[in-house]
């Protein structure tokens, strides 16, 4: 039929474009013959492949999937209420997921249903646990003692709904869309619907257009008015025969999540040398799978073709569901070898990393740390009777009590675990929340912040500056060790317009005295302010304090107005 002919796989003996996996007797010249009329079809313009016997067999083995058609979503895509255009949507890449078997039962009678079907009832709590039907209950949450129903006509009346749309909001570069803010588990490509011309051509300007100013639209997006509209963003990809829109959903604001680490820099000696770096580099380019290779033919290629390589986890499954189902009282099979390859490094990239894996062992040497084995004392073999389980003896959780005193303390028992800073121990509240790290830094300061500057307002003729001082204190210590600079110096700085030019410049003198300025460049690296700058912080305002008229004495009217 001509080059139009599709000829989706050609098997021939011996015919490769690879060099073959094993020695194979030379090939007749028949053989090379129809190996070039082949070669000639294919390169013709036919969609299919030449592969030889080797590399066709470990395809074969392979277990697949269904193939199922596609359905379009089919929407409007509204850039504004005057221009409109018909759009399809279908899936391009979707995560697979395989079938759970937690509510299968192997002992079920052949041929019928082997699910396990769930039985839920609902009881009163009371002695004869008195049944109650499905209809007659109603959700509730605690308030405190009391319980709040909240019913399903409730909730339905506070859902918020919207009807099905696909409304653009606006553009941004794509560089402002990173790859980290995609979510969702598919990838969608949108189209103009069949046989509008109309909207093809509206959309493909659309998308001529985007491409050339290189930015990505935002849109807004709800499948149906059961859902929830979602925010997604639609990419531009233009290919030599088609184009089309990339739409990747994206997170609102409560989706992402904020995390805070210290710097690995910190201290020196975990800074790495020029040349660590430099061989980590040189690792990075050398087993890089992105890189183009050749062919036997000059033609460049990836080392890695997702498309050929299959889902190691879902080629074992099928391999042992097959192996189960002729040989149900057998053991499992071995993990088939070309399965076992997937999870293994490329051998090619593997011995060409030698070099650069050895200098690295070299310069990142690691060492075993013997660990010192448990001391067991009278105490401890006396303590517990032998006849009651280990399980049940009682612990003693003094870091959550907020205590690193080791010693037992009915106090330490009392005590609460600390989820705040409080004002009757600031200090200490403040030291295990750090020591905890169960919480980002900067959160924590923050509530030390408020914490100080309510000490100080509450004052009463200054008998809470002296704890409001300490609290400065150690908040200075640890952003000065965990490195976290700038956001000491800027509460100081407002501290300061705060306290000074008021009755609580009180406490500014006390803290100039104690000498509590910004921290500098010698006592932190990542800090912008030098020392001359850090003691002229303090002299500035003792002099502007000094200049200034004798404060008159305060009266009690005065000191219960600063606590409203």
Not at 158 to 179: D, H, I, P
Not at 524 to 544: I, P
Request: charged share 25%.
């Amino acid at each position: 039929d001509g080059p139009s002919t599709s000829a989706r796989v050609s098997t021939l003996a011996g015919a490769s474009r690879y060099p073959p996996a094993t020695p194979s007797k030379p090939k007749s010249p028949q053989q090379r013959s129809g190996e070039k009329v082949i070669r000639e079809i294919l390169d013709g313009g036919v969609d299919g492949s030449m592969l030889s016997f080797q590399q066709v067999l470990p395809l074969l083995s392979h277990f697949q999937s269904r193939a199922i058609r596609p359905t379009a979503w089919k929407a409007v895509l509204e850039i504004t209420p005057e221009l409109q255009i018909p759009i399809c949507r279908y899936i391009k890449v979707k995560a697979s997921v395989l079938k759970t078997f937690k509510k299968l039962w192997m002992g079920a009678v052949p041929d019928q249903d082997n699910a396990v079907q769930d039985v839920r009832s609902y009881h009163k709590q009371d002695e004869n646990e008195t049944e109650v039907e499905k209809d007659d209950t109603a959700r509730g949450y605690m308030y405190g003692k009391d319980i709040v129903p909240f019913t399903e006509q409730d909730e339905n009346e506070m859902k918020y709904t919207a009807e099905k749309c696909f409304q653009l909001l606006g553009f941004t570069s794509k560089q402002n869309v990173r790859r980290n803010h995609w979510m969702g588990d598919s990838v969608w490509v949108v189209f103009s619907q069949p046989g509008d011309e109309t909207g093809f051509l509206a959309l493909s300007a659309f998308i001529q257009a985007m491409y050339e100013t290189d930015t990505c639209a935002i849109v807004r997006y709800n499948y149906s008015k059961a859902t929830q509209p979602r925010l997604a963003t639609l990419i531009p990809h233009i290919k030599s025969d088609c184009q089309f829109l990339v739409m990747v959903i994206l997170p609102y604001m409560d989706d992402l999540r904020q995390y805070t680490f210290s710097s690995l820099t910190q201290s020196k000696k975990h800074t790495p040398t020029d040349e660590q770096l430099s061989a980590v580099d040189e690792l990075i380019d050398t087993m890089n799978l992105t890189q183009d290779n050749e062919d036997v033919h000059g033609r460049p290629e990836e080392l890695l073709k997702p498309k050929l390589t299959f889902n190691p986890y879902f080629q074992r499954f099928y391999q042992c569901s097959l192996h189960r189902a002729f040989h149900p009282d057998a053991d499992l099979p071995e993990l088939n070898p070309i399965i076992a390859d997937y999870i293994q490094p490329n051998r090619e990239i593997l011995n060409a990393s030698q070099l650069v894996l050895d200098k690295l062992r070299t310069l990142f040497p690691l060492q075993t740390l013997a660990v010192p084995k448990p001391t067991t004392s009278a105490q401890d073999v006396f303590q517990q009777p032998s006849d009651e389980p280990v399980d049940k003896k009682a612990r003693l959780d003094l870091t959550a009590a907020g205590s690193s005193d080791q010693t037992f303390s009915l106090a330490a028992l009392a005590t609460a675990p600390v989820t705040t800073i409080g004002t009757v121990d600031p200090v200490d509240d403040f030291k295990t929340l750090v020591k905890r790290n169960d919480m980002p830094f900067s959160k924590v300061a923050e509530s030390m912040n408020q914490r100080i500057l309510q000490l100080i307002k509450t004052s009463f003729g200054g008998d809470l500056h002296r704890k409001a001082l300490d609290c400065l204190k150690i908040l200075r210590v640890e952003s000065v060790r965990l490195s976290e600079v700038s956001s000491f110096n800027t509460f100081l700085s407002v501290l300061r317009e705060i306290v000074c030019g008021n009755t609580s410049n009180q406490f500014w003198t006390k803290l100039v005295a104690d000498k509590i300025s910004l921290i500098c460049d010698e006592e932190c690296s990542c800090s912008s302010v030098t020392r001359e700058q850090s003691d002229n912080f303090l002299q500035e305002n003792s002099a502007a304090q000094r200049d200034a008229s004798v404060p008159q004495e305060e009266s009690a009217d005065d000191l219960l107005a600063m606590m409203d």
